[in-house]
C-alpha cells in the first residue's frame, strides 16, 4: 500500500517509472516420459489458444505418442487457462486419450515443473545441479 499526501499523486518524487515488459517470452511445450522426452516445440507468433494447442500439440504430436505408447500411456497438462476448454476436453474423449486427474499447476505432482525450473535457472545463469537438463 502507498500513502502519499492527498493530490500529490502525480508529483516527480512520487512517480517511479517501471519497464514491464524486460526481454522477450518464449512459449514452448514438450513431451517428457520414463523413457525419453521430445524436442522443445516454439509456438511461433501469437498467445497458445485452445484451438491451436488441440492442432499443433494434441492432434500433431501427442496423439501419434499415445498410439505408439499402447495402453500403459496416460497424458498429463497442467491445466492452464487455454487447456481447459470444453473443446480440448472433447477432443481428448473423441481420441480416447486417457488424462490423469489432479490439481491443475500442482508443481509437486507435475514432473515437468522441475524441468522448467531448472531450465530458467540455466537461463538465467543460476547453478543447476550436474547432469540435468544435459539433453537441453
Known amino acids: 500500500m502507498i500513502w502519499r499526501e492527498p493530490g500529490t499523486r502525480y508529483r516527480a518524487p512520487n512517480i517511479v517509472e517501471k519497464n514491464q515488459y524486460i526481454g522477450g ?11 525419453g522426452q521430445t524436442e522443445l516445440y516454439v509456438f511461433v507468433g501469437g498467445s497458445v489458444t485452445a484451438v491451436r494447442y488441440r492442432d499443433e500439440i494434441l492432434h500433431s ?12 500411456a496416460i497424458f498429463m497438462d497442467d491445466k492452464a ?5 470444453r473443446l480440448l476436453r ?12 489432479w490439481l491443475p ?28 537438463l544435459h539433453e537441453l
Open 25 to 35: 517470452g518464449l512459449l514452448v511445450w514438450a513431451r517428457i516420459a520414463a523413457n
Open 61 to 72: 504430436l501427442v496423439r501419434s505418442f499415445i498410439s505408439a505408447m499402447g495402453t500403459d
Open 81 to 85: 487457462r487455454p487447456l481447459r476448454a
Open 90 to 101: 472433447s477432443y481428448l474423449e473423441s481420441e480416447t486419450i486417457p488424462q490423469i486427474a
Open 105 to 132: 499447476r500442482s508443481p509437486d505432482l507435475n514432473p515437468i515443473e522441475y524441468v522448467w525450473d531448472m531450465l530458467g535457472r540455466r537461463i538465467a545463469g543460476r547453478s543447476v545441479p550436474p547432469g540435468t
